[in-house]
């Protein structure tokens, strides 16, 4: 799953300052979340721009699922995956 290649991606960041240098400059081009991915990809990471996109909404629609149509409201703005990421990242010495 694409939280778990986050999560091993990030873990590696923290230990390799080259690496957390070269994801922070994938923000400063031109399509930041498509050169994201391809040095994801590069370094054997299965992260693609459309598993981004979709990680937040997938856990909204499963927990208004997971209610059978039972007056539960949908989570307000899900988390942006890619967001999340930097700031995490970004964060970590």
Same mark, same amino acid.
């Given at each position: 799953?694409? !939280?778990? !290649? ?6 590696? %960041?923290?230990?390799?300052? !080259? ?10 081009s031109d399509d930041p979340v498509e050169e994201f991915c391809a040095l994801c990809q ?6 693609? %721009?459309? !598993? ?6 997938? %856990?909204?629609? %499963? ?13 307000e703005g899900w988390d942006d995956a890619y967001e999340q990421f930097f700031l995490t ?5």
């Amino acid at each position: 799953m694409i !939280e778990q !290649e986050l999560d091993r991606l990030l873990s590696a %960041a923290k230990q390799d300052s !080259e690496l957390k240098a070269q994801l922070i400059k994938t923000k400063h081009s031109d399509d930041p979340v498509e050169e994201f991915c391809a040095l994801c990809q590069s370094l054997g990471y299965n992260i693609t %721009a459309g !598993e981004l996109f979709t990680v937040g909404m997938t %856990a909204n629609d %499963a927990k208004l699922r997971s209610v059978n149509g039972g007056g539960v409201n949908g989570i307000e703005g899900w988390d942006d995956a890619y967001e999340q990421f930097f700031l995490t990242l970004e964060w970590t010495t």
